[in-house]
């Protein structure tokens, strides 16, 4: 391979890269630590089912079983220079149907939020 094909490789998987969040990231947060802005887990279910609708092939077919809201620290936020941020994050477990039809099985999703806001999308490493 040429060496400009291999930069352009290696800039493709930094790219990809830079937007994911290893779950095992997740920390319990520091004794009064700011978590910034409490979210409730109403309108944080509503924010992850906004973002699940456009990214499931099948919404419509989408089941949940919500697992809980909690204070954390989130590692490595991209917009946030890669450092660890304070917030809250929701853990969900999400089964939708595939191009298939066939239902995929509940997978693990986990959403960051900070002061309201959807700030990090945990997707799922594994089935459960």
Do not use: H
């Amino acid at each position: 391979m040429a060496l400009v094909g291999r930069r352009v490789v290696l800039f493709a998987g930094l790219v990809v890269c830079t937007g994911c969040v290893d779950a095992r990231l997740i920390r319990p947060i520091e004794q009064g630590a700011d978590a910034g802005q409490p979210i409730t887990e109403e309108q944080a279910v509503a924010k992850a089912k906004d973002y699940l609708a456009t990214t499931l092939k099948d919404p419509g077919s989408a089941q949940y079983k919500w697992l809980g809201i909690r204070p954390a620290s989130i590692g490595f936020i991209p917009l946030a220079f890669n450092k660890r941020v304070n917030g809250y994050v929701l853990s969900g477990l999400v089964n939708a149907k595939n191009s298939y039809g066939g239902y995929t099985g509940f997978k693990l999703y986990q959403f960051a939020f900070r002061n309201g806001l959807l700030i990090q999308i945990i997707p799922p490493d594994s089935e459960l």
